[in-house]
């Protein structure tokens, strides 16, 4: 009833009318019962912590304490003030005449005008190699393939061509030659198989259809098309519901081989259901482009000269973000303006409010279509300033920080965590979020998509743009409840921060940071500042060069997310650990840091904690156990003293994606910890263990590999890293076939074992390193695995390193079934002076070699056909033997080399970009005599 009501109230307001208002008051309203509860729910946490630690005393007492007593009645006031405001919003609400729509929404205001298979546009720009790709795809017919239709879906955010593209397929003479029958139909919201099975009879007979039954109409259309090349296209399509579109694809299953079904569409969840397989993915224009697209509109065939079309240029690429929709529209209306003043107004304002609609109800049929929780995460992405790449993790985290993420009956069973990541995918297929072009870790949003997030936050979101429109924008934002700035970009001083002793009710205080050097904050500012923001619950204050942070900070009980990474602090005050609602504390890179708080254990809804690039702290706090809710644990390091213990660990049952366990030395009395510390943690999957890097006699080698053994994790582990182990051998665990999903394995600095394990039957095992392993002499055949028939069949990199007593590597295994390293593509041997023999000589896939430092070592070049980059420095000698063939190889370095073989192949190096030889004089005069056009560098 209530989700309703508040659907047709947003579809009703309009800026600055009635609705709108109270829309907004409700939301205001929500906002404080959220907090009221939440302060109601912190009360009972206390008491229950109040209760556990003091038994005898609270249950005497504690529900009459003085605190307790003035409690209950500010929330009695509170929530006597709660009714009365939510009684006269329900009084207006009938006055303004909000009722509950049934079916969550009305289709009619969501519907966008019906698109046509004619072009609407007598010239494309930028969309040739896409009309090519999807074409091909359309006239292909797959070899030894049952189906006998495919469906092709084309995938793109709002407005960036998606229907022009599958025209100009439709109408291309090719397509029209090859295909007996087209139709095109539209869509859009209404999924109604009725109607589009019978659109598509219509088409293909051009005859009007009287049938009323989906079965008649659906025989029909069988008869019609079978034995027939079909293309029909579906534009617009918006349903996930497999079932209908199972029934929709019923009558095509007698068409003739080759016919095809392209579909339209902003979701890649509709894109995978309709086709079952990949999809075509429509990318934004290039500048170019684009800007040629507005040219066209806005001055059709005329020709500008104007020193001011360079700046016009730059603000219309950088206001349309490679948009068609946006070109077209933005174009269209500044053809009918004529002075510059008014093209500057145009330019600066929001380019849905000179865009006379069309951008703003394309871009918020998004938004509609979104269910109401995906609504509410999306319109909180307002505070991320437009261009801004974020990580996938970090929105996840303010979106549990702010009780977005909401758990059901259907989905009780997955961490919140999962939900998020959920959440965000969503988004992501709905092309809400686009994957950064220069970082495939991050995302950012389209500026248009962020201009959408802001209009639909209204007043909630207050992202502080300008230093000189302090005042201005806190009169539209008074009641905000999120804010962000971006860090330095503005003067992050006294005057600025005012801004904020205004905002009492905010939930998000965010810098953004767009670079990381530190930035200055005093620390009066936030002695200030603290106690006035009690409502926080996302609190970030990231390479921030503050060294203390206040007292105050355990004031702010609704505290959920706290970031304090890269700061100079030293240690926390006890009074965070008061913060019993905190989900996420991030301190990484906090070099200063030397120690937590030793009442950590209070902070019971802990979920993450990142102490990574933290150097100084020897151990953790005592009763890390209780943190039972613990997901991410970046660093345990376990004291000397009396702080957490390895067995701690078995309680954190939740831990998942990365671990470091530090200070191993330090365990040295075994006999009360029992196995399997780490053997159920299913969602681990990289694992660090780390003992001292200095060895010593205090160092019990029996005891550490017996600590090793009791640490084997799930076998769902990706990565491992072993650092400064003083054992002699390593158990057995490691290197077991079990860890099939293993694909990064480190040993480092284990100084003591004078043999490797058995690694090759790891089947998924890509990159290994093995390094300063000081006692090994050889890695003879048990390294591969006995009766492993293809040894480390997926490795694609290999590192030796720093292994100075290393004089033997069996690196040929004599018998011919057995193929090893048969994926390898980078190989590294460095300083190991002792090693002497071969190294493997059938590498087929390997396309850099790296060999330094071993001057006893015979390199001997054969059977690497695509070797790319080849680096030898210090080795007894350089052949090349059998057939060689070196077309690809760009970089050559040889370098402190006395001795050359077979050297009548030098010839054959005719891609060699960049040479380097030093101290190889029986090589350089040879070389000289070659023939190599293309070298660039000697």
Excluded at 7 to 28: F, S, T
Excluded at 138 to 167: C, R, W, Y
Excluded at 199 to 212: G, H, M, N, R
Excluded at 281 to 298: G, I, N, Q, R, V
Aim: hydrophobic share 40%.
């Amino acid at each position: 009833m209530i989700q309703a009501v508040l659907q047709d109230a947003e579809q009703k307001q309009l800026p600055g009318n009635a609705v709108k208002v109270w829309l907004e008051d409700l939301r205001d309203l929500a906002f404080d019962v959220d907090d009221i509860l939440d302060e109601i729910g912190t009360e009972a946490s206390d008491r229950k912590l109040a209760e556990e630690h003091h038994t005898s005393f609270c249950n005497g007492f504690g529900r009459f304490s003085p605190s307790s007593i003035k409690f209950n009645v500010d929330m009695k006031s509170k929530i006597k003030d709660i009714t009365t405001r939510l009684e006269e919003l329900c009084k207006l609400r009938v006055e303004l005449g909000l009722e509950s729509v049934v079916g969550g929404s009305s289709i009619s205001e969501r519907q966008r005008p019906c698109s046509t298979c004619l072009p609407t546009e007598a010239v494309v720009y930028g969309r040739d190699e896409d009309k090519a790709k999807v074409l091909e795809l359309v006239l292909m017919v797959e070899p030894n393939d049952d189906a006998s239709f495919h469906v092709i879906p084309i995938v793109g955010m709002a407005g960036v061509g998606k229907t022009t593209l599958a025209q100009l397929v439709f109408n291309d003479k090719k397509a029209v030659e090859y295909f007996d029958m087209r139709a095109w139909v539209c869509v859009s919201d209404d999924f109604d198989v009725f109607r589009i099975t019978r659109a598509i009879l219509e088409s293909v007979t051009s005859l009007s259809c009287d049938l009323k039954d989906l079965n008649q109409v659906q025989v029909k259309l069988k008869e019609v098309v079978t034995g027939r090349k079909f293309l029909f296209v579906l534009d617009d399509v918006w349903s996930e519901d497999n079932d209908m579109w199972e029934t929709l694809k019923s009558p095509f299953t007698v068409g003739a081989e080759g016919s095809k079904i392209m579909v339209t569409t902003r979701s890649e969840h509709v894109a995978l259901i309709a086709g079952h397989t990949e999809y075509y993915t429509l990318k934004l224009l290039s500048d170019d482009d684009c800007w040629s697209m507005f040219m066209k509109h806005a001055f059709g065939s005329r020709v500008i000269d104007s020193p001011r079309m360079e700046i016009i240029r730059q603000r219309v690429v950088e206001k349309c973000r490679g948009l068609p929709l946006a070109a077209r529209t933005l174009g269209g209306l500044l053809r009918m303006k004529l002075r510059y003043e008014e093209w500057d107004e145009i330019l600066n304002g929001k380019i849905w409010n000179v865009g006379e609609g069309q951008i703003l109800s394309e871009l918020k049929l998004s938004y509609n279509h979104l269910p109401s929780h995906l609504k509410r995460c999306f319109a909180y992405c307002a505070i991320l300033p437009k261009g801004y790449e974020f990580e996938k993790e970090e929105l996840v985290h303010l979106w549990m920080a702010e009780g977005l993420i909401q758990e059901s009956g259907s989905n009780n069973h997955m961490q919140i965590e999962d939900l998020g990541f959920e959440y965000f995918h969503d988004l992501l297929s709905r092309s809400l979020f686009q994957q950064s072009s220069t970082n495939s870790s991050k995302y950012v949003m389209h500026d248009l998509i962020n201009d959408l997030a802001q209009m639909i936050s209204g007043e909630v979101n207050f992202r502080l743009e300008n230093e000189a429109g302090f005042i201005d924008q806190l009169k539209r934002f008074k009641r905000a409840r999120h804010c962000s700035y971006i860090s330095g970009h503005l003067c992050d001083g006294k005057n600025m921060f005012q801004v904020f002793h205004q905002l009492e009710h905010l939930r998000t205080f965010l810098p953004i940071l767009t670079h990381d050097n530190a930035h200055y904050i005093t620390n009066m500012v936030l002695d200030k500042l603290l106690p006035k923001l009690r409502r926080l619950r996302v609190l970030s204050l990231e390479n921030y060069h503050i060294t203390v942070l206040p007292d105050s900070i355990g004031d702010l009980r609704h505290l959920r997310f706290l970031n304090l990474s890269g700061t100079m602090i030293r240690s926390l005050p006890k009074s965070a650990c008061l913060l019993l609602n905190l989900q996420i504390l991030l301190l990484r890179d906090c070099f200063l840091l030397k120690k937590l708080p030793s009442k950590m254990r209070k902070l019971i809804n802990l979920r993450h904690l990142d102490i990574s690039g933290v150097k100084l702290i020897q151990e953790m706090p005592l009763g890390i156990k209780k943190l039972t809710f613990l997901q991410v644990l970046s660093n345990f390091i376990i004291g000397k003293s009396r702080g957490s213990s390895l067995e701690d660990l078995r309680h954190l049952k939740l831990l998942r994606q990365r671990l470091c366990i530090s200070g191993l030395e330090n365990v040295t009395d075994i006999q009360g910890t029992g196995e399997a510390i780490l053997s159920d943690k299913k969602h681990l999957r990289k694992l660090v263990l780390e003992w001292r890097s200095q060895f010593d006699d205090s160092q019990n080698e029996m005891v550490e590999e017996r600590v090793l053994d009791m640490l084997r994790p799930h076998e769902n582990l990706k990565e491992l890293c072993i650092k400064s182990y003083s054992g002699c051998i390593y158990p057995t665990w490691v290197g077991d076939s079990s860890f099939s999903n293993m694909m990064v394995l480190k040993l480092e600095n284990c100084e003591n074992c004078t043999s490797l394990p058995v690694l090759g039957p790891l089947s998924s095992l890509k990159n290994l390193t093995i390094k300063r392993m000081t006692r090994l002499k050889s890695i003879g055949s048990e390294f591969y695995g006995k009766g492993c028939s293809k040894p480390f069949e997926s490795l694609t990199s290999l590192c030796l390193e720093d292994l100075q007593e290393l004089e033997y590597w069996e690196s040929i295994i004599e018998d011919e079934q057995v193929e090893i390293f048969p994926s390898l593509q980078k190989l590294w041997v460095v300083k190991c002076p002792k090693l002497s023999g071969r190294l493997p000589d059938n590498l087929p896939l390997l396309d850099e070699l790296i060999i330094q430092e071993c001057r006893l070592l015979e390199v001997s070049i054969s059977s690497f056909p695509i070797l790319s980059q080849l680096e030898i420095n210090g080795c007894k000698s350089f052949a090349f033997s059998g057939p060689i063939s070196f077309k690809s190889l760009h970089s050559l370095f040889l370098t402190n080399i006395s001795e050359f073989g077979n050297l009548s192949r030098l010839q054959r190096f005719q891609k060699v970009e960049c040479l380097k030889i030093v101290n190889c004089q029986q090589l350089i005069s040879l070389w000289l005599n070659c023939n190599t056009p293309n070298s660039e560098q000697i």
